[in-house]
């Protein structure tokens, strides 16, 4: 099995990580939260500056960290989509420039396959066929792998805001901070999720799309109407219809397609409540619940070495004229 470093800069984390034999030797994590705090959100320009100049840095830690001479490594693997364009093009011309210097392959991963491997990084045992829900800043979809970790079938995706998407415009709406998703499980810890009643859009649809603009809204409108709200009783209820989508369709993919294995991966798998109600359903019904770490469930640079020490050992490397492709999806 080989030595991979894999480099992430696809959003707001620069990530570089190196993995032998799928095991992590090192994957350091910088994240630019703080510098795009104030502004509410990720601004692609500030992003890709920051990982211009973080990149080779963090790069030196990870080697270093993982004590491997670069010369031996068997390939340099990269994002190359979905994500910000210019962030992206930091990480792959960097990529391109290692693997041409070090007379390495290049492998150009999918962030989102490399959010699925997270799971195969935590849990070594876990084989095709599986459920996947992948829910991140950008991405709301529920995947089948009947074979292969590298090919799935899409069941159904957003139709509008991704669930972490929606995490972070209520609480900007609410004024508790960003990133939203964590400001939201802060203040709901001890909060009463049955305060108020919003819909659960999309799950009475026998389809495995979804649809979270609306949810956001009924917030706006609600805090508009009631002079007076309890914020964190607002942003528990909030959160408990969030899980409650994502809980229903993801138990009646497994029930459609009779596989009883999934994987939760994705910044807003963190989520605790998330991780709460599907163990919960996984004793209930009986699934066997695959749900990384926080830190792997997050951007970061491991995920993706992962998915590409899958890729090469099945042979598949990339030219170095590919591209970043912003829009890149299954
Ligand atoms: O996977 P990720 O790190 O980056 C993307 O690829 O988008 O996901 C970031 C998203 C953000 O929208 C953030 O608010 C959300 O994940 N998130 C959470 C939690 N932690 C991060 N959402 C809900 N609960 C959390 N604890
Ligand atoms: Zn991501």
Redesign the pocket.
């Known amino acids: 099995m080989p030595l991979v470093l894999a480099i992430e800069t696809?959003?707001d984390?620069t990530s570089v990580a190196i993995l032998e034999n799928g095991t992590i030797l090192s994957n350091i994590v910088l994240s630019q939260v703080q510098i795009h705090q104030r502004f509410g959100g990720v601004v692609p320009e500030i992003a890709a500056r920051h990982h211009l100049k973080n990149l080779p840095i963090i790069y030196d830690q990870a080697v270093e960290e993982a004590r491997v001479n670069v010369n031996e490594l068997d390939a340099v693997a990269v994002t190359v989509g979905p994500g910000l364009i210019g962030a992206l093009l930091v990480g792959l011309s960097f990529a391109k420039g290692l693997a041409v210097s070090l007379s390495k392959p290049l492998v150009g991963v999918n962030?989102l396959l490399g959010?699925v491997h997270a799971a195969h990084l935590a849990f070594e045992q876990l084989k095709p066929p599986y459920v996947a829900l992948l829910v991140?800043?950008?991405?709301t979809e529920l995947l089948v792998f009947e074979k292969s970790s590298l090919e799935p079938k899409v069941l159904g995706k957003t139709l509008d805001d991704?669930?972490?998407?929606a995490?972070?415009k209520v609480a900007r709406l609410l004024k508790i901070g960003y990133?939203?998703?964590?400001a939201?499980?802060r203040i709901s810890k001890d909060a009463n999720p049955d305060r108020y009643r919003f819909p659960r859009a999309m799950t009475e649809a026998k389809n495995f799309d979804f649809s979270f603009s609306g949810l956001k809204t009924s917030v706006l409108y609600l805090m508009q109407k009631e002079r007076i709200v309890d914020i964190a009783d607002l942003a528990a209820s909030f959160q408990e219809a969030v899980v409650d989508i994502l809980v229903e369709k993801t138990i009646r993919a497994l029930q459609r397609t009779e596989i009883r294995k999934l994987v939760v991966t994705?910044?807003?798998a963190?989520?605790?409540r998330?991780r709460e109600k599907l163990t919960q359903k996984a004793q209930e019904i009986g699934f066997e619940l695959y749900i990384p770490p926080k830190n792997l469930?997050?951007?970061n640079a491991a995920m993706i070495a992962k998915a590409a020490t899958e890729m090469l050992n099945k042979g598949i490397f990339s030219s170095l004229s590919a591209n970043a492709d912003p829009a890149l999806s299954f």
Do not use: K, M, R, Y
């Not at 991140?136 to 991405?139: F, L, R, T």
């Not at 990133?179 to 964590?182: A, L, W, Y």
């Open positions: 696809s959003c984390e962030h959010h991140s800043g950008g991405h991704a669930a972490g998407e995490f972070d990133p939203g998703g964590p939201i499980e994705g910044g807003v963190s989520n605790s998330l469930c997050t951007d």
